[in-house]
């Protein structure tokens, strides 16, 4: 059966949700799915923004026969050829013969690539400014390369002043009949996974998004309607202040999180004795999480969130500690960067954790290392009591600053 949302007199939400996906992309754990936007505008002309992932293909269908009620489709707009929201086109463009098709300049080689279909001359190569009318609908688009693939644009409404930002202002989780962000928990009261999605999915184009947000300054926004999540229609202000702390690696806490990996529970100890005494000089809301427990998009999640970080990791194999490696490769990728590290290391005949975690730190933009790291052989000993409590004193003393 046909389920769809009107937005307004002209717009109607065609999407669907996938709840049985495990990964996003096949990478990222979902505990509540993903949803997968679409968006139809019925005017004088038919326009469809983007299609669907092929898991919800068969309702997206439905949806999109349901609302045109027998009109053909004039328009069919893909903003990002991602197989997420493209994966359904070939149905689409099969069904709609007489139906245009645009995009940026790489959009019909990636979908000649990814489906084997040519779009031939249905294909419009449409750039930065251009506009398309299609009644009193006048949509104008905003490139937006590398928010998330290079051929990503956005679409800007003239009319309803409506913003479809594409993968921008998505949030993980599925819709639960619940289309707007203002009636649902997706945003506010779990900012944890639309942080998650932002920094794991975007995060590392930081510089692209806030070239876009840079456009939108100058756009009258009613409503921002993404790819993914809930549409936004209330306290713009809000999201797009999550996005420009988000996108300028500007941390949202002043704040610790501690990220430890213990093979036999010593660095754990550590770990765990540096937080009581950081609490006893006043640090509320560390957070501590153990690398080999806590997927690494959590973790990505949770540094692009406060300022200052405890890395503590065991050497292993005369290298760094496996897990620990992967977390501070995969924040190098997503390009963080103004942070203030601390370390502590272990190493029972040989310790290197410290001096290996310290040379990816130094590949990246702006990180400060504390210089007072604590060592420890095997476990905590007494004697390490002084250089624990000189990492906590310098650490609090870093983070009241
Ligand atoms: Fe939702 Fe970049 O695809």
């Known amino acids: ?11 109607t939400y065609l999407g669907s949700s996938d709840r049985r996906i495990a990964l996003f992309e096949n990478s990222y754990p979902l ?12 005017d004088g002309e038919t326009a469809l923004l983007d299609t669907a992932d092929s898991a919800v293909m ?75 009318s299609v009644g009193k609908h006048t949509l104008q688009f905003v490139a937006a390369p590398m928010v998330h ?38 945003w506010t009261a779990d900012l944890a996974e639309a942080r998650r999605y932002y920094t794991n999915i975007v995060g590392k184009y930081g510089n692209n998004v806030q070239a876009v947000l840079k ?27 999550k996005y420009d702390k988000w996108s300028s690696y500007t941390p949202e806490d002043k704040g610790v999180v501690i990220v430890y990996g213990s093979i036999y529970g010593g660095t754990a100890n550590a770990a765990d004795c540096l937080a009581t005494r950081l609490a006893a000089k006043g ?59 601390a370390l502590i290391e272990n190493g029972t005949w040989a310790p290197v954790a410290a001096k290996e975690i310290t040379g990816i730190l130094e590949s990246m933009k702006d990180m400060s290392i504390l210089p007072e790291k604590l060592t420890i052989r095997s476990t905590a000993a007494p004697g390490d009591e002084a250089a624990l409590e000189a990492l906590a004193n310098a650490l609090a003393a870093d983070l009241n600053q």
Not at 293 to 307: D, G, I, N, P, Q
Request: charged share 25%.
């Open 283 to 341: 640090v509320k809301n560390i957070k501590m999480y153990d690398v080999s427990k806590t997927h690494v998009s959590e973790l990505v999640a949770e540094a692009f969130r406060v300022s200052h970080l405890v890395l503590a990791a065991p050497t292993l194999d005369a290298g760094l500690f496996p897990a620990m490696e992967t977390l501070l490769l995969e924040l190098k990728r997503k390009n963080l960067c103004k942070r203030t590290v």
């Open 215 to 241: 456009k939108a300054q100058n756009l009258e926004i009613s409503m921002i309607c993404p790819l993914h999540g809930p549409v936004i229609r209330k306290d713009l202000g809000y999201y797009l202040d």
């Open 149 to 186: 693939w290079p051929e990503v644009m956005m679409t800007y409404d003239t009319c309803d002043k409506i913003l479809y930002s594409a993968d921008a202002f998505g949030t993980f989780g599925a819709l639960s009949g619940n289309l707007y962000a203002d009636e649902c928990d997706s």
């Open 1 to 11: 059966m046909q389920n769809t949302i009107r937005i307004n007199e002209d717009v």
């Open 31 to 42: 505990t509540n799915g993903v949803s997968y936007n679409t968006y139809l505008i019925d």
């Open 58 to 132: 068969q309702a997206f269908m439905e949806n999109l026969f349901s609302v045109l009620k027998g009109r053909k489709l004039d328009h069919i707009i893909i903003q990002h050829m991602e197989p997420d929201h493209c994966a359904s086109l070939g149905l689409v463009v099969e069904n709609f013969p007489e139906a245009k098709v645009y995009g940026t300049m790489q959009v019909k080689k990636m979908v000649q690539q990814f489906f084997g279909i040519d779009l031939g001359e249905r294909f419009v190569t449409v750039k930065e400014g251009d506009t398309l």
